[in-house]
């Protein structure tokens, strides 16, 4: 009786066994980088949003604090997107007939919001709170950079777990004192080594690493 297979079945059988678990093997690796890359975790992506809105005139030119916008920022999980309502504080007196604001003025007077597209975005399963890490001497520069050269926001950090948790390990290395948290030219006025520590006691900050922390 003839053999069922030949002989080069086997050779056969084992490369479709490297290129099925080779396959698997390379996919899975190369969905890992890519979400570690910045086409992945969308850094210094350009969006296209709804309005023009400089934060290098109103932070430099116009010294205004992050606050003033982000109103919700030290109480709340959300830094707050402004209403139009406060745009039109100041532009109601200024370049109040300039076309670059004809959507503003439209979103007030027709109560319709302004859909702005979202920068900074988290997976739904993570758990992030602003209020926390501004209170605790986090400043914005931290994560978000420096807003105050941006003609446009974009995402600079990854935001990856491994770059949240580089920080939770040892958050002494990132606090400022509470009165700086949203100064885009904060420069420590001793050695972080030794000013890290000292805010860390003082604001009653630990290292927090367990997967509740972020997961809940």
Same mark, same amino acid.
């Given at each position: 009786?003839?053999?069922?297979?030949?002989?080069?079945?086997?050779?056969?059988? #084992?490369?479709?066994?490297? &290129?099925?678990?080779?396959?698997?093997?390379?996919? &899975?690796?190369?969905?890992?980088?890519?979400?570690?890359? +910045?086409?992945?975790?969308?850094?210094?992506?350009?969006?296209?949003?709804?309005?023009?809105?400089?934060? #290098?005139?109103?932070?430099?030119?116009?010294?205004?604090?992050?606050?003033?916008?982000?109103? *919700?920022?030290?109480?709340?999980?959300?830094?707050? &997107?402004?209403?139009?309502?406060?745009?039109?504080?100041?532009?109601?007196?200024?370049?109040?007939?300039?076309?670059?604001?004809?959507?503003?003025?439209?979103?007030?007077?027709?109560?319709?919001?302004?859909?702005?597209? #979202?920068?900074?975005?988290?997976?739904?399963?993570?758990?992030?709170? @602003?209020?926390?890490?501004? *209170?605790?001497?986090?400043?914005?520069?931290?994560?978000?950079?420096?807003?105050?050269?941006?003609?446009?926001?974009?995402?600079?950090? +990854?935001?990856?777990?491994?770059?949240?948790?580089?920080?939770?390990?040892?958050?002494?290395? @990132?606090?400022?004192?509470?009165?700086?948290?949203?100064?885009?030219?904060?420069? +420590?006025?001793?050695?972080?080594?030794?000013?890290? +520590?000292?805010?860390?006691?003082?604001?009653?900050?630990?290292?927090?690493?367990?997967? *509740?922390?972020? @997961? #809940?």
């Amino acid at each position: 009786m003839s053999a069922l297979f030949r002989p080069r079945a086997n050779t056969l059988f #084992r490369i479709a066994l490297v &290129i099925l678990f080779g396959g698997a093997a390379g996919t &899975i690796g190369g969905l890992m980088l890519y979400w570690r890359v +910045p086409a992945g975790t969308r850094q210094f992506a350009e969006l296209q949003q709804p309005l023009q809105f400089d934060h #290098r005139h109103h932070v430099v030119d116009d010294n205004i604090d992050c606050r003033y916008c982000h109103q *919700t920022v030290e109480k709340s999980n959300t830094a707050g &997107i402004p209403a139009t309502s406060l745009c039109m504080n100041c532009h109601s007196q200024i370049w109040n007939r300039s076309p670059l604001l004809d959507k503003v003025r439209e979103s007030y007077f027709t109560g319709r919001t302004v859909e702005w597209m #979202r920068v900074h975005r988290l997976p739904d399963f993570v758990y992030f709170n @602003h209020s926390i890490h501004v *209170t605790k001497g986090v400043g914005c520069e931290t994560c978000h950079g420096r807003v105050d050269q941006m003609p446009a926001i974009q995402q600079v950090a +990854p935001l990856t777990m491994s770059w949240c948790l580089d920080c939770h390990r040892d958050p002494a290395l @990132h606090l400022r004192p509470r009165e700086a948290v949203t100064q885009m030219d904060y420069k +420590p006025e001793k050695d972080q080594a030794v000013l890290g +520590p000292e805010l860390a006691k003082k604001y009653d900050v630990h290292s927090r690493t367990s997967c *509740t922390t972020c @997961h #809940r």
